[in-house]
């Protein structure tokens, strides 16, 4: 990803969590997301990045219509050789066309080549719709469970983890 990219990144972001998590947190905060504040934050991250968070987007017809991300695993202890896929977006409008489906392999290839042995990802546990995208790509919710909390709502996620193999 490049910093050209971060304006219709932050769009597909903000819209997908406006389509993805409308009912399992306030309307309140999706509605108060920011498209500009979002790339801001997105350009900031790229410029003082050191180069462990990989940023992929995927492209159709020349239009960016989807975005993933992974590097260290950010929470605490995990064991060696993990790694965490930290989002993938896809437009909505653009959903169901595998855009997803690829951003998340291109994930899993990258981290397999780089020695990752176990990706790791959060998802909210109400996300029944990201819950079965994961699992039917091999991931499996570990039993490891993190309160969260927007404006606040309690938002719970569940982590999965899936095995990568070379």
Known sequence: MALVDCDR????????WRSAYRGLMPQSYLDAMSVPKDAERSRARLLQGDGSVVNIVAERDGEIVGWACHGPYRDGEVPAGGVELYAIYVDPARQGTGAGRALLDESLRRCTAAGHTRMYLWVLQGNTHARHFYERAGFRADGTEEPFEVDGAEVPEVRYARDLTV
């Open 9 to 16: 990144v932050a769009e597909i972001r903000v819209r997908g």
